[in-house]
């Protein structure tokens, strides 16, 4: 492995992954770069432009090509002479569904395997633990804490749906409204 002299960095994307990466080396060799530095190339959301909202470290993005394409690109970047930077930014991983170990985690509560990954104040919400994207108490949603600004002028905001989200059983009680016998209706069909 030979030390980073002039790196040019590829934010790779959906419309823009390892193939047409590939197809740029031997221009990027010509202007004296030695190694590629490429985006995050691990799975993220789908349809996520940068991929820092990582679903599956494990598994190489299918959007940029998957692993093949990746391969592809660093024996292309390889055969130059140049080398390959990845980002791979371990605590960017995605709040989402998507995520296997996130909706274990919302499943399972501490029980779950991955819930030490995740910044979860398990003594929240009468102890069933409230994620950062749960807001404030009550469900009113708001920042963490439920604290606001005092500016004089009202802010624009963007009012967007809760996404449902899976929760533990043990939960349920807390959370459901009142009149409704569970909360997890969508989840037990």
Request: aromatic share 6%; hydrophobic share 35%.
């Amino acid at each position: 492995m030979t030390a980073p002299l002039s790196t040019c960095r590829l934010q790779l994307e959906p419309g823009f992954g390892f193939a047409r990466a590939a197809a740029r080396v031997d221009y990027l060799r010509r202007l004296g770069i030695s190694h590629l530095y490429l985006s995050p190339i691990a799975e993220a959301r789908a349809g996520s432009p940068r991929g820092y909202d990582v679903t599956d470290p494990n598994r190489v993005r299918a959007e940029l090509g998957g692993r093949e394409a990746f391969e592809r690109l660093a024996g292309v970047a390889r055969g130059a002479g140049l080398g390959v930077i990845i980002d791979m930014v371990p605590n960017h991983l995605a709040a989402s569904i998507e995520n296997p170990w996130w909706r274990e985690t919302l499943e399972k509560g501490r029980d779950a395997d991955a819930a030490a990954i995740f910044d979860i104040d398990w003594d929240a919400g009468g102890g069933g633990g409230a994620p950062p994207t749960a807001g404030r108490k009550g469900g009113r949603g708001g920042p963490r804490g439920g604290r606001r600004s005092r500016s004089s002028r009202p802010k624009p905001r963007r009012r967007q749906p809760v996404p449902a989200l899976p929760v533990t059983a043990g939960s349920c009680a807390r959370v459901r409204r009142p009149g409704t016998t569970s909360c997890c209706r969508r989840w037990r069909r």
